[in-house]
């Protein structure tokens, strides 16, 4: 998840400098002057973000996250291994409830890691966006921040 996260984040970041750098700019100073008011007035009503370097101390939280995923799922493996035991043991009607509970088991904890990976992809963008917004040109940034994406992005934070 996380390599594809990080190739996400690239490939975002690859397509916006190809929108904005000046060869993709096809337009006529002419045609360009209606263009750039537009943006202009649609910009007035978007306040830009407020930034945020990264520091070492979201650094240090986002590594103990992931080791507290890690051990967590390490918890759940071990659960797992011990009722497949179980389940391996047992004979007749509790072999089918053994079953049961090993299903339901499964269930459960993969709703629960669906939740967690979603909440830290989440977090992942926005962490791997101040990385990448250090070194952006202003415009780049004004662009960033109407980008549709990046405001839901915003709005997912702040829930």
Known sequence: MTT???LTAALLFAGLVAVVSPSAAQTTPAAAAPQAQGQQDHQAHHPAP??????????????????????????????????????????GDAKMEAMAEVLATLVQQRATMRDRMMNMQSQMMGHMMQHVSAGMSPDMKKMMAECPMMKQMGAAKEK
């Open 50 to 91: 407020a930034e945020q370097p990264v520091t070492q101390a979201q650094e240090t939280e986002m590594a103990g996250m992931q080791q507290k995923m890690m051990a967590d799922m390490k918890a759940m493996d071990a659960r797992l291994d011990a009722l497949v035991t179980k389940m391996n043991a047992a004979k």
């Open 4 to 6: 594809f996260t990080c």
